[in-house]
């Protein structure tokens, strides 16, 4: 099938670099001339394990290809993916929805005949009525079909997501376009992928509801952590023994630092402000949003602790800065909050990350990037694992700090706290 992604950042690449790879014409279109031209050299502008060599094999076979000419791409392409970022608005919590819209009304320009034009973007519930609307102005209801198809993909995992997905989200209003995409999908539901029909409004709010639920894991097993430390209870075998209920399931039952990422925090944000708009009060969905807020402040408590209260001139090493291992993706990640404060304090930080140096903390007084863990961690009173990299697993404490007293925050429980006592460390968790 003819394809055209409108967006090439996460979701638009990967989803069409893999679309391209069950064996369709993909065409990714971006306003941005600079990365499509990067693109058409195979420098790809994320952190994503596999996708380069995905994109190169299937840009060399010409089943990929990149432009700015949107008008052209459309007119090209039997099935339109709108593919842009739906940010949080800077004065408020709801989505912006301003690049959906602008990309809505240039694809209305260019259908010549029966398109399907899919938001694969995350949007609030009526977002695709919104859509047709725009697009009924210049055309017939009979030249096009609105469709709601979200994704979910995770960072760092986004390949294998598409690749074998636990479902297949489409909800559209009508058979012709439904069949369609279950066509093109065919060759991931043949592999055992659940294919969900919905409404549009129902798909929409599919995607927003799932995130919530995700988010709402992750702060519920944090809070059960900061009750696990004062009671002297391992959070690992809370986390273990829920988990094994089929009900509840062990993902995303991990202690650690606050959600962050591309999606959590502003999907969140969003469904929320959608309910407002409907009288609806998702009190639980505040209450999480509240208390993952306040999560990186209690881990800097945990930290003022450690140290006694004493920052100034404390040598403090972060092992990771991404809000999760896999990506470069800064956004909402802890160490955002942290840093700063710490350095505010007077702590000299070093930092090291696999992903390479912070635009973020360039600015900020006595913070460094070291290009290595030894570099890093050399001359630490306290080293904090705040990433879950697999660089940082097996680390040999005590062939890199000559500091006995140096101390090992693991924010992550990456270790067991018997292999960092016996290397010669004090060593802190979260939970336990």
């Given amino acids: 099938m003819k394809l055209c992604m409108i967006g090439t950042g996460y979701v638009g690449l990967v989803s069409g670099t893999c679309f391209a790879d069950l064996g369709n014409n993909v065409i990714c279109v971006d306003k941005d001339k600079k990365k499509i031209k990067h693109l058409s050299n195979a420098n790809i502008p994320i952190y994503e394990p596999g996708l380069s060599e995905l994109v190169l094999k299937n840009y060399k076979n010409k089943k990929l290809t990149f432009s700015t000419n949107l008008k052209k791409s459309v007119k090209d392409s039997d099935i339109i993916f709108i593919c842009v970022g739906t940010p949080t608005k800077k004065k408020g919590s709801s989505a912006d929805l301003s690049q959906i819209y602008n990309v809505s009304k240039e694809i209305s320009s260019s259908i010549n005949k029966f398109k399907i034009i899919i938001t694969k973007s995350t949007v609030p519930v009526t977002t695709g009525d919104q859509i047709e609307k725009i697009l009924s102005k210049k055309n017939s209801k009979k030249k096009f079909s609105v469709v709601s198809n979200p994704e979910f993909l995770r960072e760092g995992e986004a390949i294998r997501d598409f690749t074998y997905p636990d479902r297949i989200v489409i909800g559209s209003n009508d058979k012709k376009s439904n069949n369609i995409l279950k066509n093109l999908y065919g060759p991931l539901?043949?592999?055992?992928?659940?294919?969900?029909?919905?409404?549009?409004?129902?798909?929409?709010?599919?995607?927003?509801?799932?995130?919530?639920?995700?988010?709402?894991?992750?702060?519920?097993?944090?809070?059960?952590?900061?009750?696990?430390?004062?009671?002297?209870?391992?959070?690992?075998?809370?986390?273990?023994?829920?988990?094994?209920?089929?009900?509840?399931?062990?993902?995303?039952?991990?202690?650690?630092?606050?959600?962050?990422?591309?999606?959590?925090?502003?999907?969140?944000?969003?469904?929320?402000?959608?309910?407002?708009?409907?009288?609806?009060?998702?009190?639980?969905?505040?209450?999480?949003?509240?208390?993952?807020?306040?999560?990186?402040?209690?881990?800097?408590?945990?930290?003022?602790?450690?140290?006694?209260?004493?920052i100034k001139n404390k040598k403090i090493a972060f092992l990771g800065v991404t809000f999760k291992a896999n990506t470069d993706d800064m956004r909402d990640s802890s160490s955002l909050s942290m840093i700063p404060t710490l350095s505010k304090k007077g702590a000299k930080i070093k930092y090291f990350d696999p992903t390479g140096l912070k635009d973020e903390f360039k600015k900020i007084k006595n913070v460094s990037y070291e290009n290595s863990i030894r570099k890093s961690v050399e001359g630490s009173d306290l080293v904090i694992i705040h990433t879950e990299w697999n660089d940082f697993k097996s680390i040999n404490f005590k062939n890199l700090i000559k500091n006995k007293k140096c101390i090992i925050y693991d924010m992550r429980n990456i270790y067991s706290a018997n292999k960092i006592k016996t290397q010669g460390f004090k060593y802190y968790s979260v939970g336990r």
């Fill in 189 to 310: 539901i043949s592999k055992g992928a659940q294919y969900v029909h919905t409404t549009r409004r129902a798909a929409e709010l599919i995607k927003y509801a799932s995130n919530s639920f995700l988010a709402t894991k992750i702060t519920f097993i944090n809070e059960i952590a900061n009750l696990c430390e004062k009671t002297g209870i391992n959070v690992e075998d809370i986390s273990i023994g829920m988990g094994l209920d089929k009900r509840i399931g062990g993902r995303f039952l991990r202690a650690g630092p606050a959600y962050g990422g591309s999606c959590f925090p502003k999907d969140t944000k969003a469904i929320i402000s959608t309910a407002d708009k409907f009288k609806v009060n998702l009190s639980v969905i505040k209450s999480v949003i509240k208390s993952n807020k306040n999560r990186s402040n209690l881990l800097l408590d945990r930290v003022y602790e450690i140290l006694n209260k004493k």
